[in-house]
């Protein structure tokens, strides 16, 4: 079955104490993104990369740190989280040739606070 | 810089009556358009997508939706609403060329009356 799996999906944490959410794909997609999502502001992108390796900012990096080491991975890493960073975050992935291009998966979010 | 506006943040409807979620977009080229839903609790859900050829693209759950280039819109319709679609939906634009960058709008939440 096609998945993006996030993890944690659910997470409290302190102001200033570094975290990572794990995003995971198994559909060998080349594009993965991560956003984010506030009430009236919608879904703003955060990191996007195109493949292994190559990584470019969204709309509202800062913050925040991504990598691209495996095709399959792309992890969030907040290194040192505070409260605006409270927020819903979603994984996608999109492979990107032909009609299936911008045809985007999601994560099923997690739920991150930051205290 | 491509964008989308979806002018309704709330849409109150009854269950049963027809509906239409409005969808704007700028871009200089023949976009790729998409609905997404957002139950709550929930991830994004694809409902429907439009690349190119008719207009009216039929999606699941009962949902279509039509693109017109004279109005630069992409409205979301069902004939008869349920009162499982209570939801957030959101229309998003991807761009042709290199970059895969989608835009989504800010949504519109849909509140079904018994």
């Known amino acids: 079955e096609a998945q993006v799996t996030q993890n944690p999906r659910y997470l409290i944490t302190v102001t200033g104490k570094k975290l990572t959410v794990t995003c995971s794909q198994n559909m060998n997609h080349e594009y993965m993104s991560w956003y984010r999502q506030d009430p009236g502001l919608g879904l703003r992108q955060i990191y996007y990369?195109?493949?292994?390796?190559?990584?470019d900012k969204g709309d509202v990096p800062e913050g925040y740190k991504v990598s691209r080491k495996e095709k399959r991975n792309f992890p969030l890493i907040l290194e040192s989280p505070s409260p605006n960073q409270t927020s819903l975050y979603f994984c996608?992935?999109?492979?990107?040739?032909?009609?299936?291009?911008?045809?985007?998966?999601f994560g099923e979010g997690s739920w991150l606070t930051v205290v | 810089a491509q964008s989308v506006t979806q002018p309704d943040i709330h849409i109150t409807v009854s269950e049963g009556a027809s509906l239409e979620l409005r969808c704007n977009y700028s871009?200089?080229?023949?976009?790729?358009l998409f609905w997404y839903v957002q139950s709550p609790g929930q991830g994004l859900q694809l409902l429907l997508k439009?690349?190119?050829?008719?207009?009216l693209v039929q999606g699941i759950k009962g949902f279509e939706a039509e693109f017109k280039r004279s109005q630069s819109s992409f409205n979301l319709r069902k004939p008869s609403v349920h009162w499982s679609d209570a939801a957030e939906y959101f229309c998003?634009?991807?761009?042709?060329?290199?970059?895969?960058?989608?835009?989504f709008g800010r949504g519109t939440s849909l509140i079904v009356h018994p």
């Open positions: 439009y690349f190119s050829g008719d207009t």
């Open positions: 998003a634009v991807g761009p042709s060329g290199g970059s895969y960058i989608p835009t």
């Open positions: 996608a992935s999109s492979v990107t040739g032909n009609r299936q291009r911008n045809t985007i998966y």
């Open positions: 871009y200089g080229a023949t976009p790729y």
């Open positions: 990369s195109m493949n292994v390796e190559v990584t």
